[in-house]
């Protein structure tokens, strides 16, 4: 049983649900295509991240407004019974998810010399997508490194927005960031997992939630770098202590499982997946803490999880969501949650060809 040390001395409980078998398999038997990795770097020796606090957070909403979204919280149209499951529709942002929040916040912030140096970043694409955006509001010049794995259709949306992408095997990428590669460069750097800026602008997100769905019970929320849960959690745990935050993420790709699981950063080799915005293979020495501290458990998803949400989503509530942003409501609809939840669709970055392929398996099925 994988248990943990909870926030604000909650008892230690079960903090791994498998959605696709409930339960039915032991932990290791689960990482279907996934191996250990652990004699890989887990962090670049830096202090841990700590929690945006929620004046940061109101204060990002502020600097933000009028350019990000307050995005929509939809109802799930296709549940036949039960309580009722809630969309976050971060697909809907500018740029294409969530990212734009934090991206912004943190480029709003910097002095306007600073600004005049260009911004960059690393990403598996939609921070880059985010970050192009905010670089033409701002009229400045923006590159990033990109794993060169990442898909077509985010790294066209990266050059479309004016960032010049660098891609760079993905061992490549990890060694820049965990050896600070960015120090040497002229560009402003932001990093799209633990910077403060970052967390407090995603910390946004857990704001609007509560305020529109006070009777929560959890929220799902898809886990790659960490970033995201770390910042929506840590609002949800100040204001709302009650309301579990359930971190997901695929089979394919359990790092934070494997973290907790181990009670330390843990590499896993991950395995191919649809949700490649996810597939971050460990959640970093500096994030770690903060994100064991705000997640109740983890819930993992199958690709025909992820792909059936994706479908539901875009027949159902004609929404467009990519794999990782799909992750979310997979979880919960293989759980039925006892109450009312709230899911947070991350982003929106799919391919047409892929999107059509999983339509007409639907469809067929």
Known sequence: MLRGRGRRGRRPKDRLTDVHTLRSDPFRQRWTGVERMSEMRTGSGGPPIPPPSIRDVEE????????ALRTPLLRYKTMED??????????????????????????????????ERGLSTQSAGNTAQALGYVARLLGVPARSLLPDSAPRVKVDGVRSYGVTPVPVPFSALMDYVFDRGWEGEPYSYLNPWGDPSMLA???????????????????????????????????????????????????????????????????????????????VPVVVDEMYPLVSSVVDRV???????????????ALGNKLVVEGSGAMSLAAALGERPDGPVAC??????????????????????
């Open 60 to 67: 990002a909403a502020r600097r933000i407004e009028g350019v």
């Open 82 to 115: 039960g309580e009722p499951v809630w969309l976050k529709a971060e697909c809907l942002q500018p740029a294409g998810s969530f990212k734009l929040r934090g991206v912004l916040n943190w480029g709003m912030s910097l002095s306007p010399a600073e600004r």
């Open 201 to 279: 602008g995603s910390g946004t997100i857990g704001m609007e939630i509560l305020d529109e769905l006070p009777e929560l019970k959890a929220v799902y929320i898809p886990v790659g770098g960490g970033g995201l849960v770390a910042a929506i959690g840590s609002v949800i745990k100040e204001l709302r202590p009650a309301v579990e935050v359930v971190g997901v993420q695929s089979t394919a790709c359990p790092s934070l499982g494997a973290a907790l699981e181990a009670g330390e950063p843990t590499w896993v080799q991950a395995g191919a997946t649809i949700c490649d915005g996810t597939t």
């Open 299 to 313: 819930a993992l998803v199958s690709e025909d999880d992820v792909r059936a949400a994706i479908a539901s989503l």
């Open 344 to 365: 947070v669709l991350s982003g929106g970055s799919i391919g047409a060809n892929r999107l059509a392929e999983i339509l007409t398996t639907a469809a067929e099925g």
